[in-house]
């Protein structure tokens, strides 16, 4: 069954612009994903806890990101990498690009952690570009940071299994992509319009359709409608566990929650 997921256009100032995806309850266990578009400092270093913040940076980004964590961790996202934060009971960082006047083409996710994790101490993991598994098919081709798709897979073991696919279609290109039972998975537009299952997406802000998870393997269908396509494939197993949201934290108890907020207020996190 495939539901509709809406996006919201968001501005931090003049230097942060996206569209916004948070409809967790439908994309569980990603809690958000925002494609965004930034070209200075934004948010000053925050905290976060019970989840995972995952930045993934296009190819075409015209420069890179400067990550800075309370773990003591600097770290530099390169066009085409992926960094992974597992908050677990907290964790602070900044991110930021690296060249005034330049623009990042990125990923924000927010991919949940399993209760049982969600106490566990904060570490981070990174891919370079060079790391990325690619598979070229006949006008197609699928960049794989997270996750496996036609025999390649991501290096990275996060402790959330999730897929992401980074692909480029040719105009006019198809591609299938099988979904494992019991996952979620949807389809974010980037540039042009496609359709998946033969319904329109299109990167101009309209609903993302979402494919609820299934006790049988399942497949999306993509198709680019005018022209060369980039488009993100999202895919993973719903958890069963309540989230309750506190600002930048997200834990599956109020208890949790309440600890993780008195440990950041504490200043029992660190910082930068």
């Given at each position: 069954?495939?539901?509709?997921?809406?996006?919201?256009?968001?501005?931090?100032?003049?230097?942060?612009?996206?569209?916004?995806?948070?409809?967790?309850?439908?994309?569980?266990?990603?809690?958000?994903?925002d494609?965004?578009?930034?070209?200075?400092?934004?948010?000053?270093?925050?905290p976060?806890?019970?989840?995972?913040?995952?930045?993934?940076?296009?190819?075409?980004?015209?420069?890179?990101?400067?990550?800075?964590?309370?773990?003591?961790?600097?770290?530099?996202?390169?066009?085409?990498?992926?960094?992974?934060?597992?908050?677990?009971?907290?964790?602070?960082?900044?991110?930021?690009?690296?060249?005034?006047?330049?623009?990042?083409?990125?990923?924000?996710?927010?991919?949940?952690?399993?209760?049982e994790?969600?106490?566990?101490?904060?570490?981070?993991?990174?891919?370079?570009?060079q790391?990325?598994?690619?598979?070229?098919?006949?006008?197609?081709?699928?960049?794989?940071?997270?996750?496996?798709?036609?025999?390649?897979?991501?290096?990275?073991?996060?402790?959330?299994?999730?897929?992401?696919?980074?692909?480029?279609?040719?105009?006019?290109?198809?591609?299938?992509?099988?979904?494992?039972?019991?996952?979620?998975?949807?389809?974010?537009?980037?540039?042009?319009?496609?359709?998946?299952?033969?319904?329109?997406?299109?990167?101009?802000?309209?609903?993302?359709?979402?494919?609820t998870?299934?006790?049988?393997?399942?497949?999306i269908?993509?198709?680019?409608?005018?022209?060369?396509?980039?488009?993100?494939?999202?895919?993973?197993?719903?958890?069963s566990?309540?989230?309750?949201?506190?600002?930048?934290?997200?834990?599956?108890?109020?208890?949790?929650?309440?600890?993780?907020?008195?440990?950041?207020?504490?200043?029992?996190?660190?910082?930068?």
């Amino acid at each position: 069954m495939t539901t509709l997921a809406h996006l919201q256009r968001m501005d931090h100032g003049s230097q942060f612009r996206a569209y916004g995806l948070h409809a967790g309850e439908l994309t569980n266990p990603f809690l958000g994903v925002d494609h965004a578009w930034m070209s200075g400092p934004t948010f000053p270093p925050h905290p976060h806890a019970g989840f995972s913040a995952v930045s993934y940076l296009f190819l075409d980004s015209e420069t890179w990101i400067e990550n800075r964590d309370s773990l003591g961790g600097r770290q530099q996202i390169l066009p085409g990498g992926l960094h992974w934060t597992a908050a677990g009971r907290g964790v602070v960082h900044e991110e930021n690009p690296a060249e005034p006047g330049k623009t990042v083409h990125m990923l924000q996710i927010f991919v949940n952690l399993p209760r049982e994790k969600q106490d566990d101490a904060p570490f981070a993991l990174a891919l370079a570009p060079q790391d990325v598994p690619v598979v070229n098919l006949p006008g197609v081709k699928v960049r794989v940071p997270l996750g496996a798709f036609a025999g390649h897979r991501s290096p990275l073991s996060p402790p959330t299994e999730v897929q992401l696919l980074d692909i480029s279609l040719d105009d006019g290109a198809e591609l299938s992509v099988p979904v494992s039972a019991g996952r979620t998975a949807f389809v974010l537009p980037i540039t042009g319009s496609l359709t998946m299952n033969d319904q329109a997406v299109d990167s101009d802000g309209a609903p993302v359709p979402v494919m609820t998870a299934s006790a049988n393997e399942q497949v999306i269908h993509l198709q680019a409608r005018q022209g060369p396509v980039k488009a993100v494939l999202f895919a993973g197993q719903p958890l069963s566990q309540p989230v309750y949201w506190q600002g930048p934290m997200a834990m599956a108890s109020p208890e949790a929650l309440a600890a993780a907020v008195a440990t950041y207020r504490r200043g029992d996190l660190g910082g930068l």
